[in-house]
Structures are given as structure tokens and as C-alpha cells.
């Protein structure tokens, strides 16, 4: 009891330090993806309203009189700014719709509904009023659901989005596809130098690893600028294969900006994940179990499959998840030479992150992929069980 | 945070802009003589775009920047969400001329919270030695046979529409105007199509002279700056076509709760005299951003028998086929066409 309380003790640090630097924000962020107040606190008087009406009925001079009261104080205290922006995302133009209409609210004379109208049209759809019932909510499933190519109305239905802006559910598909495929290419051109490295002699292991390492300690930048230097069109390897006469020079191989490009460079830089557990695991295999497996009869391949494979399983489950799961984050490679099929969700979420500051969407969509990467290694769990993962 | 703890003293003025030439051309024109002026340090950082930065100081109540260089649809993203502190434009000097700041700077270039410091341009170049003769009109982009080839773009539904359209006969000032409709936007996409699978899609603005220089590509959009800097630094091949050129200011902010707000707006208004707008230009081909600037523009720093003037996006020959960004439009649509524009780069 005593030595387990002095073991927790011993932890207790790095548990604390995980949970305030890592758990509480990751969660704190997450929150942002289905609560988001930008509405009901700046505009007051008609959220309440906008909450009681069902969204299908026409909407009453009661709800146009709370919101130009609304409109005339947000832009007292500027924060229409915040509000317009928040409403945009339920229905685009509704940016400029509320700020230009803010300009003149303070003008506006009762009936509001005939006046409001008047000035903008557009305030006279049920849908302009539907969005504003969604942007409203304070905790609100429209972000989720836009992640997944849905669309959450006001009225409380919830459809496919409009099949020009479904995009979300094509790449979760394309990461986890891109991420399996450098998975599986990590795993078949690591295990063997993987190999090589436990079986050499300690010295030259160690100026193999270094080979290993030294790209581990270049930037990602300069290593995927290098990958477009030798696969592009006028690049060092179509020039090779010009030279040597394997192809002609107006039929070079399109091997970057597509997804071959995308796979070669995330295959490379994550290679020293996989080959690093694999590594750690071959060396502590000992060699006289496959010397046994010969000595009985099993040829080359036998003793292969049936006594090494098995004993380095650990380290290609630690491997796989690896370079699996790192994959499905990566965003600066696939960028820069993805081109138009290379594409992965994490290059949207980073849109929103920094370009569109729709911070809760994307909060949404790292949701969903925080989702479906733990279901993998759950699935991955039961097909081959995680506790004989080990990384050395 | 400590963590992160800057050097900053207190009077130490943190500028943050684009890097590289451009960051250059601010601090000889504005940099070195406003520390001079007022003996106070600047610290000069670099970022790549983008307000996540901005919102992340602002959330944690730990503003350690003061002056950013914003482009226009980033600067009113983060004006509306109070990330920037308001400007007062009577801070700004009047013209030589004595015409009152509002009238000498170009239209839109002072927002609430911006002061314009320079007009870039989205251009399309082509490399002289590859095509002769060369493309002179946008329509020409668009034309795979008369100029068969990869083009350049930019992984954005930004400039693409716009120059899409302009190649479609619409003319150019009623490009936004088409945009807004479904039908315009259905249109712009139709006159990608007829190009989509020979475009080679780039992400930063040092990609485009690249492409252009290894031949991965016969044309690409690019910002003028950027091509000037290849064919008048480093001596390339390389020509721009100012047809349906698309100009976009890059505009001094003042993030919220800045530690030295009036530091800040004393460099803001020194960096907005006229006399120290046009010396900018001689070290980088973006436009100043107030008229009467422009005709004090001389040479360039490495060649002084280089006249800019003609090098801007804002002379008056190439001022007769420009767009302006519609900054309104973009906030408005950005999303939905963003989500639009990846679809149709996924889908067959």
C-alpha cells in the first residue's frame, strides 16, 4: 500500500503537469465545438425571443422590435463586429446584412417588421430568421454537424448539406486512406533496415542510426522542399530517367502536387517512427531461436514468419499506431505537395484555425477526428491486442 | 507566460510583418529612421499570416505584440472581433499639398481599425525564355490552346473567381457584382474547369517564382513583389501581366491591448508620412498606399537606372485593367466558397 501511494507520488507530477498543459485545454477547446455564446450574449433581448419562437412560423414584430433594439446597442458598444461574424457562419452575407443594417437601426421608427424589411429585404425570409434561431443557441449542434456535411436548421431539422459544399466526410475518408497507405509503406521499407540495424555490429549500427536520426533533426520544411527538388516535373529523377532514356522528355512522370508526392514525403518523414520501436524490439529477439527454427528444418522463410515475425509483433504495434496516428495530424506536407487530390482534413482544419477564425468548427472537426482515430486504435485493440505493444 | 518571455524592454516597440524583402523594405524606409527620431528600440518578428496569433495574446490577456502588417480580409476579420484597437485617422499627416489624409489615401484604405501602408497585386507571370511571345491578356491564362502549358494558382477560391470571371468577358468592374450571384459563382467554376487538371495549386508566395524557374509550370498568379524581386534582384526571365490584376492593401493594425499604444500610433503615423511611403519603394515593388507618395517614387536600391514607377501595381498604365479586392464580399462569402472551391478541387 504504502510503496503503491510513494509510486503515485512519484508520478504525481507529470499526471499534473499532462492534465493542466494538455487534458483541461484540449477539453477547454473542445467545449468551443458545441457552446457558443457569441450571440445570446451580445444581443439580449432577442435571443429570449428568437428561443420561444419555433422557428416555422412568420416572425412577428415582437422578434424585428428586440432585434433593432439589439442592432442599436451592439453597435454602441461594438460588438457587432462579433456578432455579424458569428451569424455569417449560419448564413453567408449575414456579415454585411448586419452591419449595414446597424448603421441605420437607430433610425429605424416603429412598425420595425414594414421598416426593418424595408431597408433589407432579406429580413423578410423565414431562413434569415432560421439562422439567427441557430446562431442564438448557446449550445448548439450546427458546428458538429456541419464537420459531418450536415446542416442544422432553425427549425430544428437537420439535412445533407448542399452537395457543392459537401466536403468534410471526403476527407476524414482521404486522411484515414493517406494515413494507412504511409502506414503500410513505413512498415514494409523500415522493417528490413530495422533489421539490419539489430543484426550489424554496435559500430556501425550506431553510423546507421545516425542516418536514421539526421533527417529527425532536419525541418519538415526543408526535408518536403527537398522531396519537390527531386520529384518535380523538371526534377533531379525525371532528369535521371530522361538521361538513362527511360521515358522521353515531353512524357516525365507527374510525381509531386498530387498524392503520390504527398505519399512519398509523409512516408519519409515518418520513417524513423516506425523503424525506431522496430529497432528497440529486434535487438532484444535472440538470434538463436531462428538458429533452432533452421537447425529443426524450416527454411529461410518458415523461420521467418513463424518464430521472428511473431517475436517483433510488439514493436510493429508500436510502429503502426505511431506513424498511424501522426499521420492523420499532419498538415504542412500535404499542403505543399499535396496539390488538388492530396488534401487531408487536418489542412481545413488549420483554415479555420488561422485563416477563417471559426474556431469552434474546427474545435468540431478535431473532434470528429479525435473520434475516429480512437475508434481505429480501439479496433486496432481488439484485432491484435494493445498490451503486447511495446517500444523496446 | 513566462515561458515565452520576450525581450522586450519597456519602450521597445514589437513590430510584426511578413518577413523577407518586404520586412526589409520596412525597416530601412521606417525602421532605422523612427529609432533614430525617437531612441526607442524596435523589435521586429516575423509571422505568416493569419489572426490566431492575435486572438491567442488577446484570450490570455498577454499582448506582446504591437503594430502588425495585416492584409485587408484578415485586418477586418480581427477588427470585428474587437482583436484590434481603433484607429483615429486624424492622426494621419496631410499631403505636402496640404490635401487632408482621407483624399490622399486610395479608397478603403483607412478602415476603423487599419491605416494602408502599400498596394500589392495578384498578377499573373510568365517566364520570356519559355514563351515567346508571351501572354498579354488574362483571357490568355484561361487558353490552353494558344498557350498549352501548367498554370499556377493559388489553393484559394480567392483571385481564382475573380480572375475567372474577368477571363469570362465580365467586365472588371462588376466582377463582385457576378460573384454574388449563384449563377457567377457557377460561372467562375465552369472557367476553372476548362483548365483544372493542368493547374499546379501553390500555397506560399515564394512557390510561384520557383514553379516558374524549375518549368513546372508556363504561368502562374503571383504577388508582383515577389516577381519583381526575381527578374530585378536575381536577374530571371521572369514578366508579369498586369491584365485583371487584383490589388489588395497590407495595412498597419494596432493589436488590442498593446503595451505601447502610443508608441504605436506615433510609428503608425510616421511610417504614413508620404516622404517615407515613396523611400519604401525602393526597396520592393508594392505601391505606397497614398497618391501623393507615388510621385515621389525614385529608383531601386541595387539599380539605380530602375525606375519603379512603371514596376507598381498603381501606375497609371496598370491602373487601367485593376480589380480591388472587395474585402466586404470576401468576409461575407469566404466560408461557403472555401467549402465550395475543396469540393470542386476533390470532386472529377
Known amino acids: 500500500m504504502v510503496r503503491r501511494l510513494r509510486a503515485l507520488g512519484l508520478t504525481m507530477p507529470l499526471l499534473a503537469f499532462l492534465f493542466a498543459a494538455f487534458i483541461i485545454p484540449v477539453l477547454v477547446f473542445l467545449w468551443q465545438g458545441v457552446h457558443d455564446d457569441t450571440y445570446a450574449r451580445y444581443m439580449s433581448h432577442s435571443t429570449p425571443v428568437l428561443e420561444t419562437w419555433g422557428g416555422v412560423s412568420e416572425p412577428t414584430e415582437a422578434m424585428y422590435a428586440a432585434l433593432q433594439k439589439d442592432l442599436v446597442q451592439a453597435r ?64 448548439t449542434p450546427a458546428y458538429l454537424a456541419t464537420s459531418v456535411d450536415l446542416k442544422y436548421s432553425g427549425d430544428g431539422s437537420i439535412r445533407r448539406q448542399d452537395e457543392k459544399r459537401r466536403i468534410h466526410l471526403t476527407l476524414f475518408w482521404r486522411t484515414i486512406e493517406i494515413s494507412a497507405l504511409v502506414t503500410i509503406f513505413c512498415l514494409l521499407l523500415g ?10 555490429p554496435q559500430r556501425s549500427t550506431n553510423l546507421l542510426l545516425i542516418l536514421v536520426l539526421l533527417p529527425f533533426w532536419t525541418s519538415i520544411l526543408v ?79 518458415v523461420a521467418f514468419w513463424r518464430v521472428y515475425l511473431p517475436q517483433t509483433l510488439p514493436g510493429i504495434g508500436a510502429g503502426v499506431v505511431l506513424v498511424f496516428i501522426l499521420a492523420t495530424g499532419y498538415y504542412i506536407t500535404p499542403a505543399l505537395v499535396g496539390g488538388q487530390d492530396g488534401q487531408m482534413i487536418s489542412n481545413l482544419i488549420d483554415f479555420h484555425m488561422r485563416r477563417s477564425l471559426n474556431w469552434p468548427l474546427a474545435a468540431a472537426m478535431g473532434f470528429v477526428l479525435l473520434v475516429l482515430v480512437m475508434f481505429l486504435y480501439w479496433l486496432y485493440d481488439r484485432v491484435s491486442g494493445i498490451d503486447r505493444m511495446r517500444l523496446g | 507566460m513566462w515561458l515565452a518571455a520576450p525581450d522586450a524592454l519597456a519602450g521597445d516597440l514589437t513590430v510584426v510583418s511578413w518577413g523577407g524583402a518586404y520586412t526589409k523594405s520596412q525597416v530601412e524606409a521606417y525602421h532605422k529612421p523612427w529609432m533614430a527620431r525617437t531612441g526607442h528600440r524596435i523589435l521586429s518578428e516575423d509571422y505568416n499570416g493569419g489572426v490566431s496569433e492575435i486572438k491567442s495574446q488577446v484570450l490570455a490577456g498577454n499582448v506582446t505584440w504591437d503594430v502588425i502588417d495585416l492584409d485587408s480580409a484578415e485586418g477586418l476579420l480581427a477588427c470585428d472581433e474587437g482583436l484590434l484597437e481603433e484607429i483615429d485617422s486624424s492622426i494621419l499627416p496631410p499631403a505636402p499639398d496640404g490635401t487632408p489624409a482621407e483624399q490622399d489615401f486610395f479608397e478603403g484604405g483607412i478602415g476603423s481599425c ?16 519559355r514563351l515567346s511571345p508571351g501572354p498579354t491578356t488574362i483571357r490568355d491564362f484561361f487558353d490552353l490552346e494558344k498557350f498549352p502549358g501548367r498554370r499556377g494558382l493559388r489553393r484559394s477560391p480567392k483571385i481564382n473567381l475573380e480572375m475567372a470571371l474577368a477571363a469570362d468577358g465580365v467586365p472588371l468592374d462588376q466582377v463582385y457584382a ?15 474547369d476548362g483548365i483544372k487538371d493542368q493547374v499546379v495549386w501553390w500555397e506560399a508566395g515564394a512557390q510561384p517564382p520557383q514553379l516558374l524557374a524549375d518549368g513546372e509550370v508556363v504561368m502562374s498568379t503571383a504577388y508582383n513583389g515577389r516577381i519583381f524581386n526575381a527578374y530585378a534582384l536575381e536577374g530571371r526571365s521572369l514578366a508579369i501581366v498586369w491584365d485583371a490584376q487584383i490589388l489588395d492593401f497590407g495595412n498597419w493594425a494596432i493589436v488590442k491591448g498593446a503595451p505601447n499604444l502610443e508608441l504605436a500610433l506615433d510609428f503608425i503615423r510616421f511610417a504614413s508620412m508620404p516622404e517615407n511611403m515613396a523611400a519604401q519603394v525602393s526597396w520592393i515593388s508594392y505601391a505606397p ?31 487601367k485593367t485593376a480589380i480591388w479586392q472587395d474585402t466586404e464580399f470576401w468576409a461575407d462569402h469566404l466560408d461557403e466558397l472555401n467549402e465550395r472551391f475543396n469540393a470542386w478541387l476533390v470532386g472529377e
Open chain 1, 76 to 139: 454602441k458598444d461594438k460588438t457587432i463586429g462579433k456578432v455579424a461574424t458569428r451569424v455569417n457562419r449560419e448564413l453567408p452575407g449575414g456579415r454585411s446584412l448586419f452591419t449595414s443594417t446597424a448603421r441605420r437601426a437607430a433610425r429605424l421608427e416603429a412598425p420595425y417588421k414594414e421598416a426593418l424589411i424595408d431597408l433589407k429585404p432579406a429580413w423578410g425570409r423565414l431562413e434569415t430568421w432560421q439562422a439567427l434561431r441557430v446562431a442564438a443557441a448557446r449550445y
Open chain 1, 191 to 200: 522493417y528490413p533496415v530495422a533489421y539490419l540495424l539489430s543484426n550489424l
Open chain 1, 223 to 301: 526535408r518536403t522542399t527537398a522531396w519537390i527538388a527531386i520529384l518535380q516535373g523538371n526534377g533531379v529523377l525525371n532528369d535521371l530517367f530522361v538521361a538513362f532514356g527511360v521515358i522521353g522528355d515531353d512524357s516525365r512522370f507527374s510525381m509531386v502536387y498530387n498524392r503520390t508526392g504527398t505519399l512519398v514525403a509523409m512516408t519519409h518523414i515518418l520513417l524513423p517512427f516506425m523503424i525506431l520501436p522496430l529497432y528497440a524490439v529486434m535487438r532484444t529477439v535472440p538470434k538463436a531461436y531462428v538458429q533452432a527454427a533452421h537447425s529443426l528444418g524450416a527454411n529461410g522463410w
Open chain 2, 114 to 129: 487599419m491605416i494602408g501602408t502599400v498596394v500589392g497585386a495578384m498578377v499573373f507571370a510568365y517566364d520570356q525564355s
Open chain 2, 178 to 192: 457576378v460573384l454574388a450571384t449563384a449563377e457567377g459563382v457557377d460561372r467562375a467554376f465552369a472557367r476553372l
Open chain 2, 289 to 319: 498606399a497614398r497618391r501623393s507618395a507615388l510621385e515621389m517614387v525614385g529608383t531601386y536600391h541595387a539599380n539605380p537606372e530602375l525606375d519603379m514607377i512603371s514596376h507598381l501595381p498603381t501606375s497609371p498604365d496598370n491602373m
